[in-house]
């Protein structure tokens, strides 16, 4: 059965890919679309100022614009945030407490206890925590209680999908480094990354990006608590994370250079780590969800790849591209990790994560 | 008084600059200009295809090309190759044999015994190798040998350039990592990068450009032998370092994003380190050089630079940038570097080691 | 009927294009790859150096590459030409003299008289001349001779896509003035343009370029001899075209700003021109060909498009976009033109091109 | 003597470039320095967010920033003012009837009678209105009125630069079209042109410029009402004039490709145009303005240039090139002239501008 789905900050940057996504997708019709007083009311078309390549999709162009308030959004199975951090913490909050599903991609509720933060390529497990909720609630014979999901940090979401199934295959990883070189349509576009910073330059610094990048990894990476009701990030001692963070003059994928030590050795052989990497299999694609990755990781051979014009879109950007898998003389690992930031790093990650909900009859 | 100049490889792109550099320059004039065969004869600005953003000096225009054969060069006090790789071998050799100094860009003899490999504001004491040479020739009677100095690789620059002063001060670096994002203006123009690969995109791989930044910190930074005749690079014992390397839409200027260990432990503070790259003087300036830089490291304070556009051009290019200094959770520090890869990084640096030379009487 | 298809230079840049839009076309298999000696005997995905954001697709990986000749492609219904026009000459007038159908990407014979040159969604009608043809051998009997159809410049087609509605609903344009901006992968990627030449900077020349569109449009906007056996291109007096042709920063989508005369006066309003291109709706369109743009020419009313990164996509590359539609003080109108130059402009032409024949029952 | 430098604005991106072409200047001496309130009282080093290439003056650092009061200036022998459009109105406005002397860099007084709109290297003699008002000032014993001078819009400098002389020579101009490809430094840096709009894209629109190029090209290449106490901007009739104007990915240097036909047939040959072209003098060099241009205007005969980078700085950027000077088949002649926008399309021209008042004894 198609559910139905809402958009918060739907005229911004990330709002926009959701309606996208969600325009002609299987399992969900645009019911509501949120945003601020002044365009509320309007309808989406006159309300947006529309600057994706691909037109603004038929059924989504005459939907009457809502304010953020829980009640427009009542008969939504599930709503997605492409908030402003700055908005989203008390609509978001209102929205769980009147029973909703969100779908967030703002920054606001990932650390907080209880919250899933997922990257549907690689955590997806980690909603049984939220199960787990349901089941007692219903237990219990009271309504389905809200509750919401985080989206991870872009860059962070590219980061894991290759340490997940080295994890599970070859235990824990105790350092590791990231040298990311970012694209610019994570920052939105009015005004965004501004063009003299970007044209034959680089920004060595995006701001919060090296500590959410240190932090969540370690959330994401990490387990449950042993009654399975919350999350236990990895501690400095059982990873150290250090990360460097750069905008680069590349419109979508983010592409990190990263190195990692296992806690195990001796480390496996390069040409074991390439096998775990490519015969990995993510939940999502298991469950058979519409968005999820035919190859979850493709392992480049070529020398010179990935590169993000080459190789952001494999599975509709739902796949993660690792090229120049060989040791290093510092840790146990250095490789190249590509991954698409609009999508497997922020909306489409809403989608597929949604997807995974709706597969495990979540929502 | 003003020493006589010869350029190899005139017409290439180092060639050109090497030119720019040297036709106003009070310690050098332009004597010979060597080309391949089908360019000499010719008068420059007819063999040349002139690419540089300063228009082509009047005083190189007119001077007839000549072979690279060292009977053309013999009255040249200094020669500057911006060879090719593919012809330098032989052609220096000649020019050696024949008596005369040279000073390469070219790789061939790097790695070679006996022969500097020189970055002018890191290890000009290295020179005292061939100091040592001349003054033993003439304590025989001898006529004065040709000799050979080799300008390092252009991210190597960069890299040691921060590293120098700080061993000086705490004590050997026992591990090193270092993710570049190198400009295009190395490669040449001819075709040099494809502009398919560099709008929209990274190229996450240069061809042996991490073994030689690997290779090439290891000798810089290293000591020479105990007799003070040869160089005794760091083994990977005494300090390991990975690399990797990135090429990006950037014209001129290496980005470095470097982590670093001191062996001895505690390491010092973030002050210190600033403290000491802040006050360091390389012997360049301290000679009095023409070319160097008034500040040779420039600490940046603001969270967001160095960045090459904006940052490339302190003291002229031959002034290193750092910024970013932190401590690092994987190793002690990180940091970002910032160099200018055609001037200190390439025919600047030759420029610099000539002007060194000639303060040192070695010309 | 699926119709076997060939591709000659199949390993180059307009070859890897022809290769991706036939691979899963419902109308065409490929059949035979050509391409030089050298590829000769490999399977494809070893002989190409595969540039392009999608997968080389599986059903041509194993395809064994042949020698460019007749006799290897004597099955094939169709013929698609990538060559360089280096090679196009001789081997193009093989295949057509040994019977085979050609479209081709090359320049070499698009000035030949009884040779059409078709921009698909332009001057289809223009094919008549060689229905005729096909229509004579048969009533004497003869074998289907072979034919050669031209495909146009990439900047000519962008140009000639609104003139011909305006001309046919206005009359004749006797001046046109048109400056391009044309993106780099046109030019191919191995060297194509340097990205020395395209990054910060503007190349205000492409070799040949202002000719071909210049002269190409005066054939394509031009009438058929009286006969209907060939082809009677516009005059100067008829049609004054002057270009200024130049090279930016743009991967994909050449914009044009252009402007023209109307030679009846008084001409169109703003409004009727507008009309006119919004209802244009070209032949392959009303003949149900399986590429045709659902809409040809999309007129754009916001003040700052089209853009190429935004709506180069239009109709997957098929449809022009044309916006800042108003009055010239010089000539009549003045607008901004943009197509997408590897689809409309390339390869893609082939293959809309290809479907008309077959829809006509040509091949 | 040295003259007194005030500054409005200069924090901004066009006063940032005020200050440093005059920080060590010959004529003129940094005075004052005007800002906001909110920078008002600050030393400017702290006030500015300084993003030059060259790092802030050490002369402008410790200067306490002022409000933009005619008071604070009244010791200044001249004033820049790089103030936005929304403030210089009033502002500007309060300084001249304060006496002061006003070189605006803002468009609000471009068209009001009386005020010279100059590119020095164009129509200084335009002066000549001021002069006469300050020299019946003075035989009427009056104090010395103040006045203001505008800088004309950018990419109308590099227009009109090759246009005086060939009027000069060949008589007048009487339909003119150009299309322009600007760099985005002249929209400033905060946020100017977002980085979005300018990656693998063009924007085929900026606000008002085509209707100021056109404009403003009829006032300078115009001349004075016949008693010399105003300006008399050429009509539609004396020279038709359209432009198309758009912004891509360059950092400095405005392209533009332009036609036009002379009033007077038959026309010049292309040699005499290069003749007027190269030997043309503009009047500051021939004062011996110390930033004047050695040659005004360098015309090029390789067949791919002028070219941004390559070329935007010939003679500091006081010097146009003018490249691909051909025949046009609708007009007479087309070309291709490269300016730099903030040399002479902006504060580099205020700086000329003020030499020139100087030389005339006008401050």
Known sequence: MVKKAGV?????????????????????????LGASPRSAGKQYKDAVQWKQTDLLPENAQKIIVSECKAEAFKDCDI???????????????????????????????????????????????????????????KAEGK??????????NCSTAGLVAPLKPLIDAFGPIDALTATTL?????????????????????????GGEEEKLEWESKKILGNLTKDGTDFAPLSNDEMKVSAQCNRVAVIDGHTECISFRFAKHPAPSVAQVKKV??????????????SAPKQTIHVLEQQDR?????????????????GRIREDAVLDFKMVVLSHNTIIGAAGAGVLIAEILKAKDMI
Do not use: W
Request: aromatic residues 8%; hydrophobic residues 40%; glycine residues 10%.
């Open 8 to 32: 918060l900050g739907a005229t911004g940057s990330v709002g926009q890919r959701f309606i996208l996504l969600l325009a002609e997708h299987p399992d969900f019709e645009l019911h509501v």
């Open 306 to 322: 990935p590169q993000p014009r080459l190789d952001r879109n494999r599975d509709n950007g739902y796949g993660v591209s690792v």
């Open 79 to 137: 709503v997605f945030s492409g908030l402003d951090a700055d908005y989203a913490g008390p609509i978001e909050k209102e929205f769980v407490e009147a029973g909703l599903v969100v779908v967030s991609n703002a920054k606001n509720y990932r650390r907080e206890p209880g919250v899933p933060l997922i990257v549907p390529i690689v955590n997806s497990e980690h909603l049984s925590v939220i199960e787990r909720k349901l089941a007692v609630a």
């Open 277 to 290: 990497l490519s015969e990995y299999v993510c939940e999502a694609t298991k469950l058979g969800c519409h």
């Open 182 to 206: 970012q694209a610019i349509s994570g920052a939105g576009f009015s005004p965004g990354v501004p063009g003299m910073d970007v044209l034959d330059n680089i920004i060595p610094y995006i």
């Open 143 to 152: 309504s389905k209680p809200g509750y919401i999901i985080c989206i991870s």
